[in-house]
């Protein structure tokens, strides 16, 4: 083998990356939808007594919790649904993408708009978990008692949403965290 001479250079597979970016898409796409879904469709009602004096009798009311009652969950519920919505275009624009566009712009744009839905999620997650924790716990400083001894469907079907988009959230900072590994790696 003396003499021969390869002008072969070994360059990592943009398919590679490709299959992982769109994985990870997939992967956000059905996590916020799920969790979008599991809270569109959570809605309990229970009757709950309450006394006002120990001389009157008890009163039976009937009480409903949906997420439309706090502007939190309305927040965590319109958040997914457009992390979801842009999880779809950008597996479509990105499996669509042809070697014609300037790949590094089109990296560029969707690294930032991550970035941005990331952000989104993991704030509304921040809300909702923390209306969340007064739901669960109370706050006595201001006299808010507990509900989910009340509604516990409810902050069960909560909690499983609210981990659902954690996961999302979770998928979009690794697709951030690839695009910046990718750009670090860049030969200048």
């Not at 079907?157 to 690794?174: D, N, P, Q």
């Amino acid at each position: 083998m003396d003499g021969v001479r390869s002008d072969v250079k070994v360059v990592e597979s943009p398919r590679r990356v490709r299959i992982s970016d769109a994985f990870l898409r997939l992967f956000a796409l059905a996590f916020t939808l799920v969790a979008a879904v599991v809270v569109g469709v959570s809605k309990e009602t229970e009757i709950v007594p309450i006394t006002i004096t120990p001389s009157l009798p008890t009163l039976h009311l009937q009480f409903t919790a949906k997420w439309q009652y706090m502007s939190a969950f309305v927040y965590f519920l319109v958040s997914n649904a457009i992390a979801c919505s842009y999880a779809a275009a950008s597996l479509v624009y990105s499996l669509a993408v042809s070697s014609s566009f300037n790949q590094d712009a089109v990296v560029l744009v969707l690294s930032i708009l991550d970035l941005v839905i990331m952000a989104l999620l993991f704030s509304a997650n921040g809300a909702a978990a923390a209306i969340g924790v007064i739901g669960r716990d109370g706050n006595s400083h201001v006299q808010w008692r507990k509900v989910c001894d009340m509604f516990g469907g409810f902050c069960h079907h909560f909690t499983a949403a609210l981990v659902l988009s954690l996961i999302g959230s979770s998928a979009f900072l690794l697709l951030v965290a690839f695009a910046v590994l990718g750009l670090h790696k860049k030969p200048k």
